[in-house]
């Protein structure tokens, strides 16, 4: 059963990803052509988007949180597998996931607005 449920976080998180890969797949690029108008910034996106499905997929799957299905504590057995726990355990996934991707894209636009200030002001300045 454990099995069972490791996979599905795991394929719940890798839905999860995808779909915020697609949602910011053209903002993204968009930002990364202004900001390095070369060859490499389609690199970047690609990496950017690999990085996506890591945080995504790390911040969903959280396997020491799932550890209490298959590793007794102190004083407490192993805790069940039940309907109410798989609810528990998918909108875990799906929230752990959001705000990991939500927190790696703040920071990349972060960093990128401050990158557009530097282009900007140097384009400005070479007029």
């Known amino acids: 059963m454990f099995i069972t449920l490791l996979s599905v976080t795991f394929i719940i998180a890798l839905v999860v ?3 915020v890969s697609r949602i910011f797949s053209s903002p ?7 900001i390095i108008s070369d060859e490499i910034s389609k690199a970047w996106v690609k990496y950017l988007q690999f990085a ?9 799957v959280r ?6 299905y298959i590793i007794p504590t102190k004083n407490v057995e ?5 309907a109410d726990r798989w609810i528990l ?6 929230i752990g996931s959001l705000i990991g991707l939500s927190w790696m894209l ?14 900007r002001g140097s384009e400005l300045k070479t007029k």
Not at 63 to 68: H, I, P
């Open 78 to 82: 192993i805790i069940t597998l039940n």
């Open 63 to 68: 396997v020491w949180d799932l550890e209490k």
């Open 17 to 19: 990803s995808f779909l």
């Open 106 to 119: 703040l920071v990349f636009f972060m960093f990128a607005l401050i990158a557009f200030v530097i282009v």
């Open 52 to 60: 996506v499905y890591v945080v995504g997929i790390s911040s969903g």
């Open 89 to 94: 355990e998918i909108y875990r996934t799906v």
């Open 28 to 34: 993204i690029l968009k930002i990364m052509n202004r």
